[in-house]
């Protein structure tokens, strides 16, 4: 992966600590805005089936892939908010999941 993603992950959770400390409750939070970005994904994707009547299709595939990435990154950023190493946990769970494909 290109390195200004990792910059931008260790950016990002400096940026957050500054204006938010880097207590329990924070990290609470950091790691809740993972389900809420989880949930704008599945907001998306319902909108771009048009599963709600009452509103029809009102995403598309662009808005979900967007929507996805949000949420990667905020897990990124919640990994190295926890002291994790964001770049080898990543690393450590494609692993993983390559091993069970052998």
Do not use: Y
């Amino acid at each position: 992966m290109d390195e200004s993603i990792w910059d931008a992950v260790r950016a990002a959770r400096g940026w957050l600590d500054a204006a938010n400390g880097a207590g329990d409750a924070e990290l609470t939070c950091r790691i809740l805005k993972l389900t809420e970005e989880a949930g704008e994904a599945a907001g998306a994707w319902i909108g771009v089936l048009g599963q709600n009547p009452r509103k029809g299709v009102t995403h598309t595939r662009d808005d979900v892939t967007a929507e996805l990435a949000d949420a990667a990154f905020t897990a990124l950023v919640a990994i190295e908010s926890l002291g994790g190493d964001a770049r080898a946990a990543l690393l450590a769970c494609a692993e993983k999941v390559r091993s069970r494909q052998r």
